[in-house]
């Protein structure tokens, strides 16, 4: 059995930022396994810039962003595993994995980082009726295509879903010459950052068309067509809205989950909502020793916030390892009135630095008042012109606070008038 | 090419008839119109080995569902199948449908179905925590199981061609002449000449018997739509539960599957086009409002696909087995609906009968019966993983990460005999893309590692033959 | 004169932005916008939008068939189209690092198209 102090299961942004700061922190024995040829994570595939903005302030393309990480992985003497899969996580952090080279391999490690991102939801949870003809794929099994086998997956595109994978999706088909015909979202707004919106869709004439969903696929062999519909404020297709679309591929940019695989096998608990792991501020999770960052905690907007967020973990692994890591009483942390989760689900009253707390909405807020609050003590609050399910909200709060809170005290985030 | 028997389709009765006939020193082949074995009815159904009480007693359906069913366990044994004896109820929700159980079970004694019992409510409940407490007792069949039928099929398929079959892909039969007491087949890739014609062509049997001039079957296609859930909701079931059967059949189902999913359906709705096996949003539901009605638990946020299969339904409501009218050298094997698969390997001994009485042919010396179990790296411990990964690397790549398949494994499925060619074929041998993300991160990978064996570019992977092409021309 | 409504994509917020143009094409107002990036939005937006350009280009003899580009910097929107046939016609060869020039001054615009990824 091999023996580290910290394995860090996945070689993505989020993987390498935690490594990173692990080893700044000074932590010596570091392990990164990516089940992938190269490290970079999904990033690889993600050619468009717009990666970068708030951490480097330049806007660069995906492996750009990457490629910086990649660089200052190898400067350093952290051990990289490649084309590497975790098969299991054991109780006491035993990491099981296997490759083509080493074959099955065991890692003892004192602190583990779990940092495996996220997949696709995939057709079948959609329930759409139709043909089982090929050309139906995910908006990301399509760009894996276009972008790194250099080939094209279809030559007229309707797009379900617009999250920005779909959005993103729409122009690189266009730009290779493939017509969309148009973008369909079911709900009344767009799961997508504005600025994907207006320079995807709008500047190529691509439809969106909210509250639309697909409600058949036709086509035996390659699918010819689809079947768009509206719905109603219950989601469910209006009769009488049916309209076909004929078209050879169906790109499904319908959501993304968390894959916790490995966390659920080893015992890990997660959040129902977010479908990843409850964690603390520095990115516990429940098992002792086991942190979380990225897509693998939480789905993110941004890759930038990814970074952040990975280099608490590393920073709370680090501490960890070295005996530094306080424990003590939390308070948990809530979300009501439209507040979907927060992220860390507790805080440590002992801890040594300002929280920031991560979340999501789950509708369109305009010109509100965020707040912050301890049973009826509202802690802080802040003014917000404009929240949207599709970009990640953060409040900060501040060390003192912290500190002032009551033991076994839960604090919300809600929203309310302004 | 010259034959002394070809048979048409390669479903699951097509297989074992093979598979069964390939232990004599006959040639053989197995003319299939897909990419792939098994890609009709066999692909989608309700994988379940019933106990066979539903026949009328004297039918060709009871007869050889009870006889299949007793042959199952022992076949799947020798074809390293998965088959499970996990028994079926039957439940009645109503004093009426007590008294139909009853009838049932009478009917299962007259067809010597073994195991058989009615039992309370308590006992039910007992036994499937998760019924309705609507349930008043219940048909227990403990000869049923469940199986793979598509797995069934690969493997029948495999001993066949490695005893010798010819497996000929791709080969739709357009036409039957016969010249001085041999058959000739037009198909879509050249002429086939056999001596003797086996039609096992599923909802296509009654067409195949017309190009000799057998009019005399008569099929009704009958769709049914299913709902597949993921193995987290596994233990929602442990028997197959059906419902009260009707007129068009035995209702919807709720069972296991081998794989540890669970499968609700069918629907029944009869159809004019034979090959669509498009789901409706009706049938869905259908299938849905019905099995919420055995196990009112089941939550469809659970459902990882959805399908459809269409089923031969002869209007005479049995299997027609036996030589054609027409000719004394065409065996017909047709309207094989439910209970075709737990009758299958009775089928196909049944016609092996027929045939080897007018061949007399000699059994080979060196007929291999059995089938190695391909290698499941999901089911190995670590030690087992270790050797395996030293004896061949590539079974330390792990392709699909949902399901935990190796690309050995998907190797092994494509240098099989009568291996895979696309992308299904894959995933039905291996499980590669049939997990929570359906293949979403591995079917890529698939393509590559198919186009790389079968000396192809990417661009001509399909994902089950045909024009379902999965990738188009290069972008650069 | 003409109006013309756009969504500032400065930041998240997203301002409903208003622009009255005259008859030459010139601005004459911006109304809608919160802070003084959305002017600045919206006049380029109005007179010479402009896109980064990203996707990629023929490799030999590298890991991947393909490697990824984009624009140093943004080109006009107009000219995405063409620049893409002038990307299509190049081939790279192994090895590629990150900021490679891959085709110089594209298009007359003064903008390189430049590697992304190495190889």
Known sequence: MLSYDLAVIGGGPAGMAAALKAREEGIEKIIILERADTLGGILEQC????????????????????????????????????????????????????????????????????????????????????????????????????????????????????????????????????????????????????????????????????????????????????TVANV???????????????????????????????????????????????????????????????????VHDLVDYVTQESQIAGEGAAKYIKGEKKTGEYVKTQGENGVRYIVPQRINRETDKDVKLYFRVGKVFKNVRLSVKCGDEVIMSRNKKKMTPGEMENILIKLDTIKSLPSGSTITVTVEEA | MKYDVAVIGGGVVGALICKELSKYDVKIALVEKCNDVAMGTTKANSAIVHGGFDAMPGTLKAKLNVEGTRIMPSLCGDLNVPYRNNGSLVLAFSDEEVEHIKVLYDRGVKNGVPDLEIISKEKVKELEPNVSDEVKAALLSNSAGIVCPYELTIAAAEVA???????????????????????????????????????????????????????????????GEYYLLDKSYGSLANHTIFQCPNKMGKGVLVTPTVDGNILIGPSASDENEKDNTDTTPEGLEFVLSKAFKSVPSINIRGAITSFAGVR????????????????????????????????????????????????????????????????????????????????????????????????????????????????????????????????????????????????????????????SKIIFERTK | MTKRE??????????????????????????GNTCPRGDKYARQECTHPERMLTSTVKLEGGKLPVISVKSASPIPKEMLFEAMKEINKVTLKAPVKIGDIVIKDILGTGVDIIATNES
Request: glycine fraction near 10%; hydrophobic fraction near 35%; include cysteine.
């Open chain 2, 312 to 467: 031969a339904h002869p209007v005479t409501d049995d299997f027609i087995i036996g030589y054609s009218d027409k000719s004394d050298r065409f065996i017909n094997c047709a309207g094989i609906e439910s209970p075709g698969l737990s009758a299958a390997p009775a089928i196909a001994r049944y016609v092996e009968s027929l045939l080897i009485e007018k061949l007399s042919p000699e059994i080979k010396k060196d007929y291999a019966a059995t089938r190695k179990a391909p290698v499941r790296f999901r089911h190995m411990n670590e030690q087992q993983r270790r050797e395996l990964i030293k004896k061949n690397p590539a079974y330390g790549r792990i392709i699909c990460r949902c399901e935990t398949i190796t690309e050995g494994e998907i190797l092994d499925a494509i240098h099989a005999p009568a291996g895979a060619r696309d992308v299904d074929g894959v995933k039905r041998r291996t499980r590669a893309g049939m997990g929570r993300c359906q293949g979403g991160f591995c079917s890529s990978k698939v393509v590559e590692i198919l186009a790389k064996e079968l000396g192809k570019d990417m661009n001509e992977i399909t994902k089950f033959g045909g024009n």
């Open chain 1, 232 to 298: 109603d404020e219950n989601l469910k297709p209006i009769p009488g809205t049916e309209e076909y679309i004929p078209c050879d591929t169906l790109m499904l940019s319908v959501g993304l989950i968390p894959e916790n695989e490995l966390s659920k096998n080893a015992g890990i608990e997660l959040d129902r909502i977010t479908n990843g792991p409850s964690v603390d501020e520095y990115r516990e999770t429940l098992h002792k020793g086991v942190f979380a960052c990225g897509n693998v905690l939480q």
């Open chain 1, 47 to 226: 050619i468009h810039t717009g990666f970068g903005l708030h951490y480097f302030g330049e806007e660069l393309s995906g492996p750009e962003y990457a490629g910086r990480f990649i660089k200052q992985v190898y400067d350093t003497d952290i051990e990289v595993k490649t084309d590497t899969m975790v098969l299991d996580i054991s109780k006491d952090n035993v990491v099981t994995a296997c490759n083509n080279v080493d074959g099955l391999i065991t890692i003892k490690a004192t602190a583990i980082v779990l940092a495996m991102g996220c997949r696709e939801r995939p057709r079948g949870a959609l329930s759409i009726a139709g043909s089982r003809a090929s050309g139906i794929m995910t908006a990301g099994t399509a760009q894996k295509y276009v972008n790194i086998n250099g080939y094209m997956p279809g030559k007229t595109v309707v797009i379900l879903g617009s999250g920005d994978i779909g959005l993103i999706m729409a122009r690189r088909m266009t730009l290779e010459g493939a017509k969309v015909k148009a973008v369909c979202e079911l709900m009344p707004y767009s799961g997508g950052l504005t600025r994907n919106i207006v320079q995807c869709l709008e500047d190529f004439g691509i439809p969106l068309r909210l509250s639309c969903t697909v409600v058949k696929t036709h086509g035996k062999e390659r699918l010819e067509g689809v």
């Open chain 3, 6 to 31: 756009m969504v500032c994509v400065s930041c998240p917020i997203g301002c409903a932005v208003t622009v009255e143009l005259d008859d030459n094409n010139e601005v004459v107002s911006v109304k």
């Open chain 2, 161 to 223: 061609v490695t005893n010798g079959v010819e497996f000929i892909r791709n080969c739709e039969v357009k036409a039957i002449s016969e010249q001085g007491g041999v058959y000739e087949l037009e198909t879509s890739t050249g002429k086939i000449e056999a001596r003797y014609v086996i039609n096992a062509a599923g909802n296509h049997s009654d067409e195949i018997a017309a190009m000799i001039g057998d009019d005399s079957i008569e099929l009704v296609a009958r769709k």
